[in-house]
Every structure is written in structure tokens, then in C-alpha cells.
């Protein structure tokens, strides 16, 4: 159990251009979902918490308005990279836990990269 | 505020052979402690955590930690790698923010297990 998918796998976009990324909880209803960016052998950063019916929580340094996110189910949230450049290419990383105090679940990850 | 340290960037080990990658954290509280395995290009699968209890915590794939406070550490270990074991790994110390634990990474230790 505690299976998260994240479509698509890989995105390549013209700058300029917005890109929707999809996170979901496949078996198992997530209270809270988080955003993560990664860099090429680096560590992961956190972007985002979002709560279910509720605005996310930015962490400090990103954009809200460039990093769109949406939680509007229990099973789906979905980050919105818009107007896209090339120095938002990354590796973006979605996880979801079933309760405040429960384990992170990771998604398999989604590789941007922007023309 | 809080911090991991994975002092080493690399690990090489041959395979069969035991392991033991590095963790120490910074906290002022109790810490919850995570270690997460990322393959190449994939998200990142939980492979053990420490919340309280026995302090020697067994997880998959064989592998298992020892939290030590009076050391701050959390080191990983695995008696026989396998070659399958070749990855990114990632030491977490968990905050609580907004009722939910908030992972920060440690850099990441990079295995390599030679035949």
C-alpha cells in the first residue's frame, strides 16, 4: 500500500510555455501532499505543503505565482510550473502522507526540461 | 534549526561486502530519523525511520540504523550489499511543522558496489 504516481515522467516544454504536473495517492486517501525540487546530485528541496481544500504553504524563496498548486481531493494535487524557462528545469517530486503525523510516501518523480 | 550531514559524497564497497553509511543531525528536540533510497531518475522509497523505542531500527531490504543520541547520529547499515543496492541515499531528520513532520535531507551519499 501507499503507492503515489506522478504524471507525466517526463516533460519537455518550450519556455514561455505552462506545464501541469499530477500527483496521486493510488490507495490511500492523503491528507497532505508535498512538492519537492531536486537538483542533479543534490539533496531534495522542499517547495510546498499542500493540505487538502486548503491554500499551500510556500517555503520561503519560491514563487507562488510561478509554482501553481492545487489540492483540490484527497487523491490528487497538482503543481503548475507557468511561464516555463529553462532554469526551471529540474527534477520535481511529489510525496503524500495520510495523516499530519504519518510517513511521506514519494512519487516516482517527473524530469522537466524546458527549451 | 535543524540539519543532516552525510559526510561522504561517495561509497564504494564490493559487493558482499558490509556496509555502513554516515548520518548526523542537528536538532533541539527529539528527532524523528528517516533513511530513503533513490535509484537513478525515480522517487525515493522509505527504507527505515526512528520515531522512538528501540533505537536499533530494522528496515527493508536488509537494512537497519542505530540512533545514537549522545552522538546525533543515525547511521545506516546493511551486513552483505548486493549489487542491487547501488543508489542515492538519503539521511532525513523529520520537524514538525503545522502538525505535520516535515523532512529536511541530508546531501545524499552515492553507493557503488563493484562486482
Known amino acids: 500500500g501507499a503507492v503515489v504516481s506522478q504524471h507525466p515522467s517526463r516533460v519537455i516544454c518550450k519556455s514561455g510555455t505552462s506545464v501541469k504536473i499530477e500527483c496521486r495517492s493510488l490507495d490511500f486517501q492523503a491528507t497532505t501532499m508535498f512538492w519537492y525540487r531536486q537538483f542533479p546530485k543534490q539533496s531534495l528541496m522542499l517547495m510546498a505543503t499542500s493540505n487538502e481544500g486548503s491554500k499551500a504553504t510556500y517555503e520561503q524563496g519560491v514563487e507562488k505565482d510561478k509554482f501553481l498548486i492545487n489540492h483540490a481531493s484527497l487523491t490528487l494535487s497538482t503543481l503548475t510550473v507557468t511561464s516555463a524557462h529553462p532554469e526551471d528545469s529540474s527534477f520535481y517530486i511529489c510525496s503524500a502522507s495520510r495523516a499530519k503525523t504519518d510517513t511521506q510516501y514519494f512519487g516516482p518523480g517527473t524530469r522537466l526540461t524546458v527549451l | 534549526a535543524q540539519s543532516v550531514t552525510q559526510p561522504d559524497i561517495h561509497i564504494t564497497v564490493s559487493e558482499g561486502a558490509s556496509l555502513e553509511l554516515r548520518c548526523n543531525y542537528s536538532y533541539g528536540a527529539t528527532p524523528y530519523l528517516f533513511w530513503y533510497v533513490q535509484s537513478p531518475g525515480q522517487g525515493l522509497q522509505l527504507l527505515l525511520k526512528?520515531?522512538?523505542?528501540?533505537?536499533l531500527v530494522q528496515g527493508i531490504k536488509g537494512f537497519e540504523a542505530e540512533f545514537k543520541r549522545s552522538q546525533s547520529s543515525f547511521n545506516l547499515r546493511k551486513p552483505s550489499v548486493h549489487w542491487s543496492d547501488a543508489a542515492e541515499y538519503f539521511c532525513?531528520?523529520?520537524?514538525?511543522?503545522?502538525?505535520?513532520?516535515?523532512?529536511?535531507f541530508g546531501r545524499g551519499t552515492s553507493l557503488i558496489v563493484h562486482p
Open positions: 532525513a531528520v523529520g520537524v514538525e511543522s503545522g502538525g505535520s513532520y516535515i523532512p529536511t
Open positions: 526512528y520515531f522512538s523505542g528501540d533505537t
